[in-house]
């Protein structure tokens, strides 16, 4: 309930006020700004992945915006010798629109990444795009193996999609997944959804896919250490992942005992409005924001 308080009062929030919450979980709204912060996490051991918002859009003329801002990051990204990759929501290059003309703009910025040797993590989002996600996703790595893909643990098809995955030994991003979704395309209860969790990590890395570990829920982080002790691996094999400015010290502790760890660094203008539809669609996080805050954690 304190939770979605928060997130019914922060309409009624001056938007500077919001911008000084949004600033802990948002790089800015310039590239410069995302690679000041990349930059500070490099420093502290950590790689990074850009992600420039603004999905969901309304009109196809704004693909191209998003396209050259890539493009930008990433030539940014070769010049600056950053740690960092790339993360694209397909949404954001019209794929609720033009699945054709989503496609055209994504093999752009995939051309650009691989020009510069760089990586691109296909984005999930809500359920209504999965199938078309993956199926993205797969042409994509008809031409590069330097692309990944995000399954989210919380849908009932995920633990199909994971072996889907493992049998192509895919680069997966794991994590447990935001979007409201309904009983029957969602498990609802806090324990299936990490069993469920902990099961797709444990298919993926026993199949030899690269896994990206992302979660801030401890017991998932102590399932995936088991995991990667019993199977021996080498920290090349896997990497933990993490929302900017959540869990920083659990960030730490895991840098420290050396184990590779990426943290996801949006920035744009549509900050505000990523913002917000990150604390509607799961009030939970407001909680994450309150403890930010009161514990000074960047």
Request: proline residues 3%.
């Amino acid at each position: 309930m304190f939770n979605e308080l928060i997130v019914k009062t922060l309409p009624l929030v001056p938007k500077a006020l919001v911008r000084r919450f949004a600033s802990r979980y948002v790089a800015g709204e310039k590239l410069a700004e995302a690679l000041e912060v990349v930059e500070r996490l490099n420093g502290e051991g950590c790689m990074a992945t850009l992600d420039v918002l603004g999905e969901d859009i309304l009109d196809l003329s704004e693909t191209e915006k998003t396209v050259v801002e890539y493009r930008h990051a990433l030539e940014a990204i070769a010049q600056k010798k950053l740690d960092s990759n790339i993360s694209v929501k397909l949404t954001a290059l019209g794929l609720k629109i033009d699945p054709a003309e989503c496609r055209r703009q994504f093999s752009r910025i995939l051309e650009s990444a691989l020009q510069i040797g760089s990586f691109v993590r296909v984005d999930m989002e809500d359920s209504s795009v999965t199938e078309e996600t993956i199926r993205i996703y797969f042409e994509a790595r008809r031409t590069s193996e330097r692309v990944g893909l995000v399954l989210q643990a919380y849908l009932h098809r995920s633990r199909a999609d994971a072996r889907r995955a493992a049998d192509a030994k895919a680069n997966v991003r794991v994590c447990k997944g935001i979007y409201v979704e309904p009983p029957e395309v969602a498990l609802q209860g806090r324990k299936e959804i990490r069993d469920n969790y902990s099961a797709m990590v444990d298919t993926l890395l026993e199949a030899g896919a690269y896994v990206g570990i992302a979660t801030h829920d401890p017991v998932l982080v102590e399932r995936a250490l088991a995991t990667i002790a019993r199977l021996k691996l080498p920290r090349e094999a896997y990497e933990f992942q993490m929302l900017l400015g959540v869990a920083v010290e659990m960030r730490r502790k895991l840098v420290a005992a050396g184990h590779r760890l990426r943290v996801y660094v949006p920035y744009g203008e549509s900050w505000q409005g990523y913002s917000m539809r990150r604390l509607k669609e799961n009030p939970a996080i407001a909680g994450y924001i309150v403890k930010g805050i009161l514990s000074g954690g960047v």
